[in-house]
Nanobody, 121 residues
Framework: QVQLVESGGGLVQPGGSLKLSCAAS????????MGWYRQAPGKQRELVAA???????NYADSVKGRFTISRDNAKNTVYLQMNSLKPEDTAVYYC???????????????WGQGTQVTVSS
């Protein structure tokens, strides 16, 4: 009912930048939360950044000052601008969207397919 399509991952050198995008489509009445998680090999998935309607964004301590989350409500799209990337940022990044389905007026939570970000020289 709700699909997410991610883009923007890739290989970048330490200190470089990448911008991830995640577009939501389908039977969407409204979106409350949009966020990014990541999972490195052998580690649990962790929250990177999230933005809730009407609230300020929140970030993991490890990315504060380097990453910026933003959303375009007209396009149902969330972005993650990643600057000053470090090797420890290497992971698969997943977007997560929560809201209400139009046809049934019930809550939904959807995950993107994941996009690889590799920071290496």
């Amino acid at each position: 009912q709700v699909q997410l399509v991610e883009s923007g991952g890739g290989l970048v050198q330490p200190g470089g930048s990448l911008k991830l995008s995640c577009a939501a489509s389908g039977s969407i009445f409204l979106i409350n939360t949009m966020g990014w998680y990541r999972q490195a090999p052998g580690k649990q998935r962790e929250l990177v950044a999230a933005i809730i309607s009407g609230s300020s964004p929140n970030y993991a301590d490890s990315v504060k000052g380097r990453f910026t989350i933003s959303r375009d409500n007209a396009k149902n799209t969330v972005y993650l601008q990643m600057n000053s990337l470090k090797p420890e940022d290497t992971a698969v990044y997943y977007c997560n969207v929560g809201g209400v389905v139009l046809t049934t007026i019930t809550k939904f939570e959807a995950w993107g397919q994941g996009t690889q970000v590799t920071v290496s020289s």
